[in-house]
């Protein structure tokens, strides 16, 4: 077996996930000053979460769930894998034309369902309009999805990696030249989220040809391994579904509020970044290596994988997460609030950022555990998890509410993100040694924890020092990358000193990319 190079592969898709979300970063950062928290972004946030839902419940969630173990498993045993993938694509291609075509028709119809509390004013028309501009998208994302995955499964991860960035790098120059020639900036924004999808299929469609996958449109085909791949991919979309059904009812909630629904999504942005660049980069690059490791019996490399996916995960989320909840405020202030975006909205979202950063480890566990299921085409226990997950999130954002208002959905999705590791760790106990995390796990664990720690006081006290300059114009941006500066150097020195990581590994790493 040629194995899949796990830190390699996650540093490579880590770098395209972080280029893309500091593109996506620039998008929010325009889309809130140019547009601004208020009824029409929040359409906007409303109608372009629709066709992201589904593209997380069939492609990149359900279907990939499904696919990736299959077809790389199929690699490993030259089992004719373009055959497989063609038949793939076909079916997928014509499921996705037909739920298309139902979504333009039942617009009105899915956005109550989705954001109810639209209905009662003009926010209701506006996404109902944005929605059928919007929801192709999910058309060429998905099919784009199913060539990622190929490129995966086969240890080819930058083009898949860099895909996204063309949706971001599209949102601003659509953007910028609305601005420049003084037209409704929303509009160009809109229009051009479908054109997007067809760059970012185009380029995973040639990468895969350049690697010599090359697949064509065929006639749907129903066989065996068709049957075994829908047969798995209903509990993964079922589990997919929870996991949307979670973000609806945290959306149906905050839809009842003024401006609430841009604000959670404006944090949601923010925490994104390390779960993309970490926990999304690991579980990529996670899955097809267990899954071909599994096929050749390789239990040790499995596991060693798998503690190490776990180490690096953490040593770069925990003091993400930590940094979310001692400077939230600095951070909104000095990336967000210009334009039409003011204090009172920065104040607002860095609560929202403080509450998932408390789930930020959390939602990060969760790629690095799931793939030990999918791996062995078990996508029914995840299921399972995720419906005690989505009846907590259901219980405690329509239960707290009405006692703490539009923050609720955040404190939901954040104890349900729990919910969901501990039932899955719980869980993988009976997968066997594969399934454990090593010793050098846990005894760099708690060191991560104290380096962060550490790190934590500095932030904080340095805050208070720089708390003049951080608020003021212009100079806040020097004033807030001082601050992070000095986070990363305590977090750094602290942690080479205790053990929590070594530099001379990472040295190794990266001389061995080279």
């Known amino acids: 077996m040629k194995p899949i190079k796990l830190i390699s592969g996650v540093m490579t898709v880590g770098f395209w996930t972080l280029m893309s979300r500091i593109l996506g970063f620039a998008r929010e950062i325009m889309i809130l000053g140019f547009i601004g928290p208020g009824p029409v972004m929040d359409a906007f946030v409303a109608a372009f979460r629709l ?21 790389s498993k199929k690699i490993e045993g030259d089992e004719n894998p ?114 997007a999808g067809i760059a970012q299929l185009a ?14 449109p065929s006639r749907p085909r129903w066989t065996p391994e068709m049957k075994m791949l829908v047969v798995t991919a209903v509990p993964a979309a079922l589990a997919g579904g929870v996991m949307q059904i979670n973000l609806l009812v945290g959306q149906w909630v905050a839809s009842s509020y003024d401006m609430a629904i841009s604000w959670l999504y404006s944090a949601d942005r923010l925490y994104q970044l390390p779960l993309g660049v970490v926990g999304i980069a690991v579980g990529i690059v996670l899955l097809p290596d267990l899954s071909r490791r599994l096929k050749a019996q390789d239990n040790t490399g499995g596991r060693e994988a798998f503690s190490r996916a776990g180490e690096l995960s953490l040593a770069l989320t925990i003091p993400s997460a930590v940094a979310l909840m001692v400077i939230p405020l600095p951070l909104v202030s000095v990336l967000f609030e210009r334009g039409e975006t003011l204090r009172s909205d920065s104040q607002a979202i860095a609560i929202a950022v403080a509450i998932y950063g408390l789930g930020l480890p959390a939602f990060v566990l969760q790629k690095v555990l799931q793939p030990l299921f999918f791996a062995r085409h078990d996508t029914k226990s995840p299921f399972r998890y ?21 923050f609720a959905p955040a404190i939901a999705t954040t104890a349900a993100g729990w919910t969901m590791v501990a039932m899955l760790a719980y869980g993988a106990r009976g997968l066997g040694e594969v399934a454990r995390f090593d010793s ?39 004033a807030l990358l001082a601050l992070i500066a000095l986070g990363s150097v305590t977090y750094g020195i602290a942690g080479q000193m205790i053990g929590a990581f070594s530099l001379s590994e990472l040295r190794g790493i990266v001389r061995r990319r080279k």
């Open 440 to 478: 050098r796990f846990y005894a760099r664990l708690w060191r991560i924890c104290a380096a962060s720690v550490a790190m934590a006081a500095v932030l904080w006290a340095c805050h208070l020092l720089l708390t003049p300059w951080l608020y003021a114009d212009y100079i806040r941006y020097f």
């Open 51 to 71: 066709p992201n839902m589904f593209r997380r419940f069939f492609a990149e969630g359900a279907f990939n769930a499904a696919f990736v173990p299959m077809f």
């Open 82 to 195: 373009l055959g497989f993938a063609r038949d793939a694509m076909s079916g997928l291609a014509f499921v996705l034309a037909i739920l298309t075509g139902l979504a333009l028709i039942c617009m009105p119809a899915l956005v109550y369902a989705t954001a109810g509390g639209l209905a009662t004013d003009e926010r209701f028309d506006i996404t109902i309009g944005f929605g059928r501009i919007v929801f192709p998208y999910i058309f060429f994302i998905s099919l784009a999805a199913l060539f990622s995955g190929m490129l995966n499964a086969s240890g080819r991860f930058a083009a898949a990696a860099a895909a996204p960035v063309l949706l971001n790098i599209f949102a601003i120059i659509a953007m910028s030249v609305g601005a420049f020639v003084g037209g409704e900036v929303i509009y160009w924004l809109v229009w051009t989220i479908p054109f």
């Open 386 to 406: 995720a419906l005690w997950a989505m009846a907590i999130n259901a219980v405690l954002a329509f239960g707290l509410a009405p006692i703490i208002g539009w």
């Open 203 to 216: 380029i995973v469609w040639i990468a895969a040809d350049r690697a010599g996958m090359r697949l064509r």
